[in-house]
Each structure stands twice: as C-alpha cells, then as structure tokens.
C-alpha cells in the first residue's frame, strides 16, 4: 500500500463549486504539505503543516483553505473553484528528524470549468 | 528570487550514454539538503536523491550522482547508462531548516532516445 494516498485522484468541477481534495499518510510524519503543479512552473507551496494545531499558509494560499484533522490526515479546499486553478495538486510529508525529504502522494488532477 | 534555477528545459540523450542535469541554487543559510525529483508521464513525484550542505562525497544511489559543487552552488544530476524508462521531468529542490522551507525548481525534460 501506497505511504501517501489522495483522493479523488481526477475531478472535473464547475466554476463556483467548493470542492474538497483529501490526503492520509501512513509514513507517521507529522510534516505535511499541499503543492500545485502547473506546466512549466514547477511546485509551489499552497499551505503546509506541522502537527494538528500548526497550519502555514505558503506562496500561493489565495483561495484555499486547508483542515488537518489528525497527524495522518490533510485536506485541501478549494472554497469556490475558479479555471484557473485547474492543476495537478500534490500532497507531500516529510519527517523533520531526518533529511527533510518529502514524500508524494500519486497527485490530484483537477480541472475546473 | 529564484531559490533553484533549472536552465535547461530539454534534454535529449542516446541510450546508453551518460546525461547531466544541471540545477544552481541560491542561499545564505549554511545548513540546507538538495534534492533531486524524477516525474513520469504518469505524473507520480520520486524522489531520487539527496545531499546534504555538510557531506563531504558527492551522493551516488544506482546509476544516479549529485555533483555537488559548493562554492558555485551547483547540485548537478548525473545519470549513468541511460534507460527508455528515464525518460521523464526532473526536478531540482532544496530545504532550508530556517524557516522551514522547500523550494522546487521548473524542471528539466529528458528524453531518452534508443
């Protein structure tokens, strides 16, 4: 099994829909993170975590939101979609005890009309 | 400012042969781990190696080598005997413990030609 899972793994929304993209890792790392990718930018930061009550808000946290309910679980939002965040969104974890290597998660695929 | 800068958005290589990766970062902090990604099409992030600001050998793992030149900041990849399957987006990171960050480079296209 997979250390780090997401769900739904493709979506296709409407412009205007709030939608809710989930994360659960088994890696037992208390660092998780929340990237987008888009063609020819890279990742960037949308938000990360480092326990339960430490939520950041990272390069491009405009029109996100995020909830992390447990040590294993990390959940984006997206309050009211937009086309333009139409992307392949990455959860990512990473255990600050060692080399600070961040795991993925099989990515999101999102597209918004 | 660009944290990692990845200059060459495609690459081509003959199976077999030996292909460099070229990745430059930007920091002041002493303390810091490079990282190198390897993206399928099927779009999976994996990581491939790391080293560390302190390590004095360059880190090898397989058919994979960072040669990491500090004082020109460069974190180069190397891949040995090139396969089909390393055809694929390759990205360059960085982590700084000071304000705990990771920066992700724009990624170097490879494709492997038999």
């Known amino acids: 099994d997979a250390d780090v899972t997401q769900t739904p793994r493709n979506r296709i929304t409407k412009t205007g829909k709030r939608i809710m993209l989930e994360c659960s890792q088994t890696?037992?790392?208390?660092?998780m993170y929340w990237y987008r990718q888009d063609p020819g930018l890279g990742l960037r930061l949308i938000y990360y975590?480092?326990?339960?009550?430490?939520?950041n808000k990272g390069e491009i946290s405009d029109g996100y939101s995020v909830s992390r309910q447990a040590q294993a679980k990390f959940s984006l939002s997206l309050e009211s979609a937009i086309p333009n965040q139409t992307a392949l969104y990455f959860c990512a974890t990473s255990d600050p005890s060692g080399r600070e290597t961040q795991y993925f998660g099989p990515g999101t695929r999102l597209l918004v009309l | 400012a660009q944290k990692i800068t990845q200059t060459q958005p495609g690459m081509f290589v003959q199976e077999k042969e030996a292909v460099t990766l070229d990745c430059t970062y930007d920091t002041s902090d002493p303390s810091y781990g490079l990282f190198w990604y390897k993206q399928p099409s099927s779009g999976e992030m994996i990581f491939l190696i790391y080293?560390?600001?302190?390590?004095?050998q360059n880190a090898t793992e397989g058919r994979y080598s960072l040669n990491f030149q500090k004082a020109r900041k460069s974190a180069n990849l190397v891949i040995s005997a090139s396969q089909l399957g390393d055809s694929a987006m390759y990205f360059c990171a960085m982590s700084q413990p000071t304000g705990n960050q990771f920066y992700f480079g724009t990624g170097t296209s490879l494709t492997v030609i038999p």
């Open positions: 975590s480092f326990d339960v009550k430490d939520i």
């Open positions: 080293q560390g600001s302190y390590d004095q």
């Open positions: 890696k037992g790392h208390d660092r």
